[in-house]
Each structure stands twice: as C-alpha cells, then as structure tokens.
DNA sequence: CAGATACTTTACGTTTACGTAAACTTACCC
DNA sequence: GGGTAAGTTTACGTAAACGTAAAGTATCTG
C-alpha cells in the first residue's frame, strides 16, 4: 500500500533516528549507492532496506566493512563462478556460527540477570524485614 | 578439581588468545583489579571469571564501558540502598529488552542467510544444468 | 525576491580499543 | 653471571565511526 518510491536523506534520518552525516558515510563506505537528482541524494526503497540492514547488523556488532562485504556478496550471489559460490556457501556458514556463538553467549547473559534480578530482590527484601523491626 | 588460584598476565592472555597490552588496558579501564607481587600483576580465579564475561560482552557488541558498569552494579548489588536496589532492577530489565532485540535481529539475520543459501545453491544448481548441456 | 530550510562538499576533531616501540626491571637457566 | 624470556611503565600511532564546523547551492514559501 504505502510504497513510497524515493526518499530525502533527511526523511531516511528522522525515520530511522541516524544523522545525516552517518547516511552518507554509509554511502562512502559504499553500503549505499543513492541516485541524484542534480547533486541531491534520492533514496529507493532499496535504499530504504538496506538501512534497516545496516543498523539491525550494527545492533549484532558487525563493522560497516563487514556488512558491506555481505551486501556485495548478495549481489553478486546470480553472477558469480562454481568457485566463487562455493566460496560464499563457506562465508554463509561461518556467520551462521557466528550467530551460534552469539545466541549462547545471550543465553548466558540472561542467566547473569536472572541471578542478578534475584540477587538484588532478596536484598530488597532483607531491606523490608529490617524496616519491620525497627517500627 | 583443576581450580588453580592465580594466573600471569601471559597465562589469561594465550588462554584468552588477547594479548597482554589488551589485558592491562581492560585494568586501566576499571574493569579488572589484580594483585601485585612487587611490580607483577597477579590474576585471581575471579579475574578469569571477568576475563570470560569481558569477552563475552565483546561479543555482543558491548563497549568495554558498558561492560565496567555491569560489572560495578553487579559489585554494589547487596550494599545498595533501596533507591539503588531499584535503579539496578530498572537497567537490568532495560538489558533484558536490548538481549530480547538481539534475538529478534538474530533470527531476521538467519533468515537471510537461508535465503542466501537457497539462491546460492540453486546457482550452482543452474551451473550444473549448463555443463550437462554442453557435454 | 528575501529569508528560512534542506541539501551539498570539504575537512579537521573525537572517542574507543587497542597496536607498537622504547627503555627498563625481574626471574629463571645453564 | 650472562643471556633470554616475561614482566613493567610511558607514550605515541592507528582504524573505525562518526561529530562538528564552514561555506556554498537549491528549493520552497509567504
């Protein structure tokens, strides 16, 4: 429904609450290739996804580099050699672990809070007993 | 069993697979606290417990930090007061929402990464095709 | 058409997380 | 006791990911 074509750099900003100066260092960084209009900036809904890629990668902790080399190895997933694909099936799996490696150490960390959380109860709770006495 | 009580700072290093300029800047940077023996920094099974958690943060694309404040919060857990107690409780819900991101981001990136290796694959797929031909 | 708003390039500055080198002490080994 | 391996401090260097300021252009708006 809502398919909007083309988008400001400003308007990609506000939407995903990123500074101008960040959107076009994506661009240097060759993540983003935008059209112009004269010298203005025009962003596709392309565009518009891979913003949602970028930030959602940053979130995961991968750097710019790495997630551009994972843009251009999508694109040339259909034009690439026997070698070259076999080579992007090994990258594939190894992020896969990568991803493995980072749901283990979420897990954990949800312990750590768990225990944590607990921790931090039973001293509240202490801190209530204690009031009880003294009134 | 194997519970050895204190380590060098090559030991935690190779065992860590960081290197020793890594571990004096996580202590610079508050994050751990070895004993000395003269000028030799001695580690404790507690350093290597931080160690681990400190790598683990890394990993989740935590700054060292955000880290440190973890690890303080943790430490001040059962002498705060009741204000304390319930500002600890306040951040670690807030980590649970940013873990509970990560999974989100995590399974959208699985996704892709089928993706990817279904189109990858049906490439290849296609390469055979052409060779069967050809021959 | 004047002024505000949004966009542009250029370029230097900043923070984080170390790398790397120098110059020195300490510990162990034959 | 002479080396060499591992430790130390001090300090400058660096890559990544922007921040920030300057100075100009383009567009819209009353």
Redesign the pocket.
């Known amino acids: 429904m809502s398919e909007k074509k083309s988008y ?4 990609l ?1 506000s939407e995903f609450d ?5 959107i ?3 661009e240097d ?1 060759g993540l983003l290739h ?1 059209t ?6 025009i962003y596709s809904s392309q565009d518009r996804v891979r913003m949602k890629l970028i930030l959602r990668g ?1 979130r995961l902790g ?5 997630i551009r080399d994972l843009f251009s190895l999508w694109d040339e997933t259909l034009s690439g050699s026997e070698k070259q694909l076999n080579l992007l099936l090994e990258i594939i799996s190894q992020k896969r672990a990568e991803l493995d490696q980072q749901l283990k150490d979420i897990a954990m960390v949800q312990v750590e809070l768990d225990n944590a959380e607990i921790r931090c109860r039973e001293a509240l709770a202490e801190l209530q007993a204690q009031k009880q006495q003294v009134s």
Chains 1, 2 share one sequence.
């Open positions: 400001s750099i400003g308007e900003a990123v500074t101008t100066r960040s076009r260092f994506y960084q935008p112009r209009r004269g010298q203005t900036r940053k991968f750097s710019l580099a790495e």
